[in-house]
């Protein structure tokens, strides 16, 4: 499947009513192979930049939790530099392309007030569903994923 197409899953989802977080990992999941009732569950919380607290963006998020399903530990003798690393270099390259990790800095918005829902509600399409395909468009370039 080609990275438009895989990245456009990604904003589709997002688009149907999951968050961020859960757009990307779901996205990065199924195209590793995994499923799992975990899944898009584990990511709830990390939606709206954590918890709707405008923090790390939960489409960063939601990478950084498929990064550790290919690359997370099992054992705590296992090795977790391939991980930091490739989480890393995804973190550098979101920020290089949207200019910044947090919610935030990248749509504005207080999900706390009233203002900030009607806010987000009007960027939803135009930025978020942005972030979210280019996300995962970053995994697949960054060729962590198969593509």
């Given at each position: ?6 990245a456009g899953?990604?904003?589709?989802r997002?688009l ?7 757009s ?37 998020t939601?990478?950084l939790m ?8 099992v ?8 991980a930091?690393d490739v ?8 920020e ?8 935030y ?7 706390r ?5 009607k ?6 399409e ?22």
């Amino acid at each position: 499947m080609s990275k438009n197409k895989v990245a456009g899953m990604a904003a589709s989802r997002f688009l149907s009513g999951f968050n961020c977080a859960e757009s990307v990992l779901l996205t990065l999941a199924g195209h590793q192979g995994i499923e799992s009732t975990l899944i898009p569950r584990i990511a709830t919380p990390f939606g709206g930049g954590i918890a709707r607290s405008a923090s790390i963006c939960g489409c960063v998020t939601g990478a950084l939790m498929g990064i550790g399903m290919k690359y997370g530990r099992v054992q705590p003798t296992d090795d977790r530099l391939k991980a930091y690393d490739v989480a890393s270099s995804f973190m550098s390259a979101f920020e290089r392309r949207f200019g910044s990790l947090i919610c935030y800095d990248l749509i504005g918005c207080d999900f706390r007030t009233p203002e900030g829902h009607k806010r987000f509600e009007e960027l939803k399409e135009s930025r978020c569903a942005n972030f979210v395909k280019g996300a995962v468009e970053i995994m697949l370039e960054m060729q962590k994923l198969k593509v």
